[in-house]
């Protein structure tokens, strides 16, 4: 505000004082002016400061305003030794799987132009070193996201199925790695033992091992030659309970294989897998109480209670054949579920009990096998951890310390994105969940943060995405790991 306007500001709140006083006009002192100004700075700093308390920029746009939430830390108090790094996991929602009968209440908030700047301001605030990302439009990679994600120095490799529109990327900082190797998955096309897929998905995942820089391994001291990351988006329908399983056991089996290949050609064939550590993260389209993240969470698996009851009852439903070119008319992707359920097909995808059939069961014995077969597992970094920075949402529904959502839509809410850490299992009983320092002390890393995640009594009603909320149906999730040799 300049002088003038703050002096005549200052004449008009004197007026009052000074009426009855015929044609004496007291002048403004300059005392007054500068208290005058130092009253609106500090109602509009106050202002900004209760815009940034509810997680709002108040040097943004409204309609380009996101929630912006909090990295709650761990080890507070503890200076770093090693390498710091934040892991992200993002499904951004494919603009070619928008359909407005699925999103009511978004309004314009699904319009590309707009969304596509606040997932951009997501990116600019949180500042991750790796993303992998899922739902990233093919069209939208080429013309937008590779150059934006250029500009702040990330490098980016994505793939997807070329039946799709849309797939998956990862994404990291130049100035700490470099790509070596990558690994591209069709997971209807992967092996998983004697069981097949049993329909067409047209999933796709990719796995890269990702070298620290000579700058960081000098100036931190890493032994460690860096980073094998995967990325992917399982498959999405109600009833695909037992073919995202089979899923779950290719993702184990590929970093496996990588993780062998990246011996031989990067370490000399050493047969000493812990130069790198290894991370898959993405939209698993499954919960912590259900088969998938079961299978590859709490070895050796034994499917009991829901988890039994819900991959028995997928083992009976049949797809349509359009999934396997038998017909002519396409199946529209997961923007909506247009299989009918039909006479012969279970009524829904989670029913309180379940009859299995003898081949059902024998089916749901042969993946149990399959998976304690593998020695392989994962170790969710928010199940590890987020019950010391979070406890008012850690198992608030499940018995795996994980937070409640991930996923908010208009049909559904739930979690379904995880940041995994992948490493060798010995066969010893980890049914249990890892304990924190456990955890860090065998792999030689430690949880430093992890981005908070909302319960649910804190969303609104309507869903995801919204303006001046969020701009996708899920949200980001985040890991700040420190690399300790």
């Not at 004082?17 to 100004?37: D, F, Q, T």
């Not at 969710?380 to 795996?400: F, K, Q």
């Amino acid at each position: 505000m300049s002088d003038n306007k703050v002096a005549n500001a200052s004449a008009n709140d004197t007026k009052s004082a000074n009426k009855g006083k015929k044609g004496k006009k007291v002048p403004v002192s300059p005392e007054h002016i500068a208290k005058v100004r130092a009253e609106r700075e500090a109602a509009r700093a106050a202002k900004r400061e209760a815009m940034l308390a509810q997680g709002f920029d108040p040097d943004c746009p409204p309609e380009l305003q996101f929630i912006r939430r909090p990295i709650l830390p761990l080890h507070e108090g503890e200076n770093p030794m090693g390498f710091k790094f934040k892991l992200m996991t993002y499904n951004c929602l494919a603009q070619t799987l928008i359909r407005r009968k699925l999103f009511p209440t978004s309004g314009d908030a699904l319009k590309w132009y707009r969304r596509s700047k606040v997932l951009l301001n997501e990116f600019k605030y949180y500042n991750a070193d790796v993303i992998c990302l899922q739902e990233i439009d093919f069209i939208q990679f080429q013309n937008f996201w590779k150059d934006e994600l250029t500009k702040l120095g990330y490098d980016s490799q994505f793939h997807r199925q070329a039946s799709k529109n849309h797939g998956v990327a990862i994404v990291w900082k130049k100035d700490y790695f470099f790509m070596t190797d990558k690994m591209m998955i069709d997971f209807d096309k992967e092996s998983s033992g004697d069981i097949p897929p049993r329909t067409t998905t047209n999933n796709a995942g990719l796995i890269l091992s990702l070298k620290l820089s000579d700058k960081i391994k000098q100036k931190y001291n890493l032994k460690k030659s860096g980073i094998i990351v995967g990325t992917t988006h399982l498959f999405w329908h109600p009833f695909g309970t037992f073919e995202r399983t089979r899923q779950c056991y290719v993702v184990l089996n590929k970093v496996k294989e990588f993780s062998r290949r990246v011996n031989v050609l990067q370490n000399g064939n050493d047969g000493d897998y812990s130069h790198w550590y290894s991370f898959f993260c993405g939209d698993f389209n499954s919960q912590p109480f259900d088969s998938p993240y079961l299978s590859m969470t709490r070895k050796p698996i034994e499917y009991n209670k829901r988890a039994k009851t819900v991959i028995e009852c997928s083992t009976s439903y049949t797809f349509s054949k359009t999934r396997d070119g038998e017909e002519d008319d396409a199946e529209e992707e997961e923007g909506g579920n247009i299989e009918k359920f039909g006479a012969d097909q279970p009524a829904h995808p989670v029913p309180q009990s379940y009859e299995a059939k003898d081949h059902e069961r024998e089916l749901v014995k042969q993946m149990q096998s399959l998976h304690n077969s593998l020695d392989m597992r994962a170790i969710s970094l928010y199940s590890v951890a987020y019950g010391r920075v979070h406890p008012e949402n850690a198992g608030l529904d499940n018995e795996r310390n994980e937070p409640e959502i991930s996923n908010w839509a208009h049909t559904w809410r739930g979690l379904l994105d995880y940041l995994f850490f992948i490493r060798h299992w010995d066969y010893a009983n980890c049914v249990e969940i890892d304990s924190l320092e456990s955890f860090e002390k065998e792999n030689g890393l430690r949880i430093r943060g992890l981005l908070r995640l909302p319960p649910s009594k804190e969303m609104t009603e309507h869903g995801q995405p919204h303006t001046g909320e969020y701009p996708s149906d899920h949200l980001c999730m985040l890991c700040e790991l420190e690399l300790v040799n």
